[in-house]
């Protein structure tokens, strides 16, 4: 009864985490003969809320068509699993690591109202560009660079580019 | 057996959902770990104080080509059989610099933004409700912009591909440039950290060069077998039968449901002649898909003009039995598509052998006829025929 609050498990060494991160996605690429996904998952999250609030319009969408309408299950893919597992392994690592809480992120010369609406301006774009993509950092730079797609290493540097020149703009959100 | 084992035809798609919530739940426990649950530690990578970002993807990059490039290189995982993300350059330049921008405004990238919310940060749930709002935005979109979506369409587009170099070179140069970006980034740290004041990452040097000898030793071991002088394939690549001329005629009669007969001698020379009920292989990738889509419950029986010394390329794809016609085609016409002739000596064995010959032409070729009669010369061999027996066995 010595000890009530969980201590904060140190993270691991960088290079630790991100060797076992290429095996888990090795083990992807092994069993299933594909990688890791995200943005995927969240997209048929999207389009299911939209289907059911206006399936019409869904179904006579050029894009979301093929995902929707009759005979078609818009949640029914391998990385929907994908990211509910995801969400879980991030909430045993947290949990037993010590930093479940409930936070928002920012840098402390920022208002906590303008940093969520920016968390959600971040999200719209990045939600178009991952569409745009073909992928976000998990299924083209993690997933497709590992497998030498020369897209992906182009969707890298194009995304530390973008994230570098943007930066000192956005100072005062995060330092 | 070689990887990936979906391949196989294994499981069906909800054992895929099992594996897939599984490989899930290691990707986002090691996410956390990772550090990659806090935006604070993601954006760190561009003030520059702290380039976890870089470690650990990079890492995570150069393990995984390394390993997949050891593993193709040894020949246990099947490349072709991989799903490769297809290369659009322009939607490709132009997504992944307004997602970059997107993710230092939002502090997340999708996979991290998951973790960030299961760790409790609202900011992280709500950049996921802006990913979904922006799905439906480019949905909505679709039509003025799907010109620019669909250009650039390169297909699957590999840099070994591009080089033409065994992926093993490569991934010797993503762990090389990998290793290179480590040790610099490591210098910029604590450049920036001392400029802000921020405490300088440590990372324990003794596991970090562990991790490097790891993917060093990795790729060396892969370049050595990516240059290793390879044995014919017939010879190494997988088990093959050999199957005799007699054994296949026999095959043809009463169990051709047993196997796939293919001719590789070409279409052209195929229609002219060729080994009854056998498939004409078309030339090039459409003969390599052929053989890798024919159902594998039979065993694959390959011939050529004479005896085949190498497998065509899709028959590695075949994933059932594979054997070889022994002689080839000639040794299968020289036995039962030429007319037989009767046998010089009249031993019942020789007999049988050619009735079942001139059955077996007939039944081939359409062409009828009784066998010629064997001419048996009786040799008179006084005294002992010549009292014929009286009576008999009763």
């Keep these: 009864m010595e000890q009530i609050e969980p201590v904060e498990r140190p993270l691991w060494n960088p290079y630790v985490a991100g060797a076992v991160l290429g095996l888990v996605l090795l083990a992807s690429y092994l069993v299933m003969g594909f990688g890791l996904g995200a943005s995927g998952a969240t997209n048929r999250l999207a389009i299911g809320a939209a289907w059911c609030v206006a399936p019409h319009a869904v179904e006579t969408n050029a894009y979301f068509a093929p995902y929707a309408g009759p005979g078609k299950k818009i949640l029914d893919d391998w990385l929907v699993f994908e990211v509910l597992g995801v969400l879980l392994g991030g909430f045993l690592a947290a949990y037993s690591g010590g930093r479940l809480k409930l936070n928002v992120q920012k840098g402390p010369r920022i208002a906590r109202t303008q940093r969520l609406l920016l968390a959600v301006l971040g999200g719209v774009l990045m939600g178009v560009a991952a569409r745009l993509a073909r992928g976000c950092a998990s299924g083209q730079a993690l997933t497709g660079g590992a497998a030498l797609s020369v897209g992906s290493w182009i969707f890298m540097m194009m995304f530390f580019a973008g994230a570098y020149l943007f930066a000192p703009l956005l100072r005062k959100q995060w330092r | 057996m070689t990887f990936p084992l979906f391949g196989?035809?294994?499981?069906?798609?909800?054992?895929?959902?099992?594996?897939?919530?599984?490989?899930?739940?290691?990707?986002?426990?090691?996410?956390?770990r990772g550090g990659f649950g806090s935006a604070r530690i993601l954006t760190a990578q561009f003030y520059l104080t702290n380039m976890r970002v870089l470690k650990v993807m990079f890492s995570a990059v150069a393990t995984c080509a390394a390993g997949m490039a050891l593993l193709a290189a040894t020949g246990l995982l099947d490349l072709s059989l991989v799903t490769i993300?297809?290369?659009?350059?322009?939607?490709?330049?132009?997504?992944?610099?307004?997602?970059?921008?997107?993710?230092?405004?939002?502090?997340?990238?999708?996979?991290?933004?998951?973790?960030?919310?299961?760790?409790?940060?609202?900011?992280?749930?709500?950049?996921?409700?802006?990913?979904?709002?922006?799905?439906?935005l480019f949905g909505a979109f679709y039509g003025p912009i799907e010109k620019f979506y669909l250009s650039g369409a390169m297909g699957v587009l590999t840099l070994p591909g591009v080089l033409g170099v065994p992926s093993a070179v490569v991934a010797a140069g993503v762990v090389a440039m990998a290793i290179g970006a480590f040790i610099g980034a490591e210098k910029v740290e604590a450049i920036f950290c001392k400029k802000t004041g921020d405490p300088v990452?440590?990372?324990?040097p003794k596991t970090r060069n562990a991790v490097f000898s790891g993917l060093g030793a990795t790729v060396a071991v892969s370049l050595v077998f990516a240059f290793?002088?390879?044995?014919?394939?017939?010879?190494?690549?997988?088990?093959?039968?050999?199957?005799?001329?007699?054994?296949?005629?026999?095959?043809v009669v009463t169990a051709p449901e047993s196997f796939w007969l293919v001719d590789v001698r070409g279409e052209a020379v195929a229609a002219k002649d060729r080994i009854p009920g056998a498939i004409a292989l078309p030339a090039g990738?459409?003969?390599?898909?052929?053989?890798?889509?024919l159902p594998a419950g039979r065993t694959l029986v390959l011939y050529g003009q004479k005896e085949l010394t190498s497998l065509p390329k899709g028959a590695a794809k075949f994933p059932g039995k594979i054997a070889?016609?022994?002689?080839?085609?000639?040794?299968?016409?020289?036995?039962?598509?030429?007319?037989?002739?009767?046998?010089?000596?009249?031993?019942?064995?020789?007999?049988?052998?050619?009735?079942?010959?001139?059955?077996?032409?007939?039944?081939?070729?359409?062409?009828?006829?009784?066998?010629?009669?064997?001419?048996?010369?009786?040799?008179?061999?006084?005294?002992?025929?010549?009292?014929?027996?009286?009576?008999g066995g009763c």
Aim: hydrophobic residues 45%; neutral net charge; glycine residues 14%.
């Design chain 2, 285 to 293: 990738t459409k003969g390599d898909d052929l053989l890798a889509q």
């Design chain 2, 201 to 204: 990452p440590q990372a324990n």
């Design chain 2, 85 to 136: 993300p297809e290369t659009f350059l322009g939607p490709q330049i132009v997504g992944g610099f307004l997602f970059g921008i997107g993710f230092i405004v939002s502090g997340y990238c999708p996979g991290t933004g998951v973790v960030a919310t299961a760790s409790g940060n609202v900011d992280a749930l709500l950049t996921i409700g802006g990913m979904m709002g922006g799905s439906l």
């Design chain 2, 324 to 391: 070889l016609l022994r002689g080839g085609y000639e040794a299968f016409q020289a036995a039962y598509l030429v007319k037989p002739a009767p046998p010089a000596e009249a031993t019942p064995v020789l007999v049988a052998e050619y009735r079942m010959r001139t059955a077996l032409y007939q039944r081939f070729t359409g062409v009828r006829s009784v066998p010629e009669p064997v001419q048996i010369q009786i040799k008179s061999t006084a005294g002992a025929a010549s009292a014929p027996k009286k009576g």
């Design chain 2, 8 to 32: 196989h035809d294994l499981f069906g798609g909800y054992t895929g959902y099992v594996v897939g919530t599984l490989v899930g739940i290691a990707f986002g426990f090691t996410l956390e």
């Design chain 2, 228 to 251: 290793l002088p390879k044995a014919p394939p017939v010879a190494t690549a997988r088990p093959v039968d050999q199957i005799g001329a007699a054994a296949l005629a026999e095959e």
